[in-house]
């Protein structure tokens, strides 16, 4: 839904100009 896509995009990083995924700055479970 709406809130997932919305966390999606709060979420991206980007790093040297690329979007990177968050999963790999958060822990992993």
Request: net charge negative; hydrophobic share 25%.
């Amino acid at each position: 839904g709406e809130s997932s896509e919305a966390s999606h995009l709060h979420f991206e990083m980007w790093k040297d100009g690329e979007p990177v995924s968050p999963t790999e700055y958060l822990p992993k479970r």
